[in-house]
């Protein structure tokens, strides 16, 4: 660790002075080809080793592989300007980077034993955490310790998986997935009432943002109930607080829109992710009803919501932290609108008048053209120094 005022000369090749840096590369290039890899896998019938169904790799991957990787490298970069508290660099960064990655190749080699592919995945989350953990203990930064208890709760969905595969029990994989997703839900509701009107009143002249002191004070825990409930299997229960929930997060999101938002692509896609979080409480809610397939819930989560914001949130984050203006030229915008599509046609794929495997071929490839417009245009940004010479 070192202090923030320390001075530190970057070098042309830059991708482990800060956390977003390779977390965001690295996720962003780990979810075209999870996408990419899944079209194959699910119209083939393929079933990859270790994971054996192919539908625990998709998710596991998703949710444990690329938006574990985004919420890391974000918290590495936040925890520095909350603590003004060097977090991981150089090498160590690196070695958890390459964890990471190990982690993701190893399931795609037969030999090699699940023990060492479980082992590998699991170390991320605890190493993250205590990366996470430290500034904000050395800076008594007590607040932002509540994202350590989350990254507790990833790594036992994660266990919960691993423990099915390695026949250590029976039926744990489906609740450690979903209760992964549920996780990165509330996360999504505890870092987009931050960061999202901040954005928006930032970098949209004019536009003040309406909060809902009761919104804002009930939606936490609001969430955290609804993540224990959610897997009691109560079904009254669980529709009637997600609906509640939904109803909140719309209202939420309501008062940080004007219409002078959809000038500005880096922030009315937030807000369209956002969106779809408060869409997504609602169709999980009806599903619980028997209204809608839970699918539809769990992808307006995964592919708006969590596509959404990742998406725009890395394009934002990546260019504040290099100092470059805040800009978007046609390719990101154009692989915002694909995201967009993407999260659409995945959340209608069963009211489309086309056959269901087209509808997911095309949602999955919009999603893959999007991330890869990303990585074209963002690896030389995550790469290279900052533009003002400043050390990150």
């Not at 990419?36 to 539908?55: A, D, E």
């Not at 979903?178 to 928006?200: A, C, D, E, K, S």
């Not at 592919?303 to 959404?308: F, K, N, Q, S, Y």
């Not at 794929?349 to 495997?357: H, N, Q």
Request: glycine share 10%.
């Amino acid at each position: 660790m070192i202090q923030l005022q320390e001075r530190r000369q970057p070098k042309n090749f830059s991708l482990f002075n800060l956390g977003f840096r390779p977390f965001f590369l690295g996720g962003a290039i780990a979810s075209l080809i999870i996408i990419t890899l899944w079209l194959v896998i699910y119209s083939r019938g393929m079933q990859p080793h270790y994971y054996s169904y192919g539908v625990f790799w998709h998710a596991h991957e998703m949710i444990f592989g690329f938006t574990l990787a985004i919420i890391g490298g974000f918290l590495l970069t936040a925890v520095r300007n909350w603590t003004n508290v060097q977090t991981l660099y150089s090498w160590p960064l690196a070695a958890l980077f390459l964890l990471w990655l190990t982690a993701r190749a190893l399931p795609l080699f037969d030999t090699v034993p699940g023990l060492f592919i479980a082992t590998a995945d699991l170390a991320f989350a605890p190493l993250l955490a205590i990366s996470v953990a430290w500034p904000i203990i050395r800076s008594k930064n007590y607040r932002n310790l509540l994202f350590i208890p989350l990254i507790a709760g990833f790594f036992i969905a994660n266990l919960l998986i691993h423990l099915q595969l390695l026949k250590v029990t029976t039926e744990t994989a489906d609740i450690g997935i979903q209760l992964g997703l549920f996780l990165v839900v509330m996360v999504i509701t505890v870092l987009g009432g931050r960061v999202i009107p901040f954005f928006t009143e930032r970098g949209v002249a004019g536009v003040s943002c309406k909060k809902y002191g009761f919104i804002e004070k009930a939606i936490l825990p609001a969430t955290a109930l609804w993540v224990i409930v959610s897997l009691s299997g109560i079904e009254q229960i669980i529709a009637t607080l997600s609906l509640i929930i939904g109803c909140l997060n719309l209202v939420r999101v309501s008062g940080w829109f004007n219409t002078k938002v959809l000038n500005v692509p880096l922030v009315w896609i937030l807000q369209f992710g956002y969106l779809c979080i408060g869409f997504g409480f609602v169709l999980f809610g009806l599903s619980e009803l028997g209204l809608v397939s839970r699918s539809i819930a769990y992808h307006a989560f995964a592919v708006g919501g969590i596509g959404g914001l990742t998406l725009g949130m890395m394009a934002r984050v990546s260019l504040g932290h290099t100092g470059r203006q805040l800009e978007t030229g046609p390719i990101i915008i154009a692989a915002f609108v694909l995201m967009v599509l993407s999260a659409i046609v995945r959340v209608a794929i069963g009211y489309l008048p086309i056959p269901y495997l087209a509808g997911l071929h095309l949602s999955g490839s919009l999603w893959v053209i999007a991330w890869s417009l990303f990585v074209f245009k963002y690896t030389p940004i995550l790469i290279k120094p900052r533009l003002d010479g400043v050390y990150g």
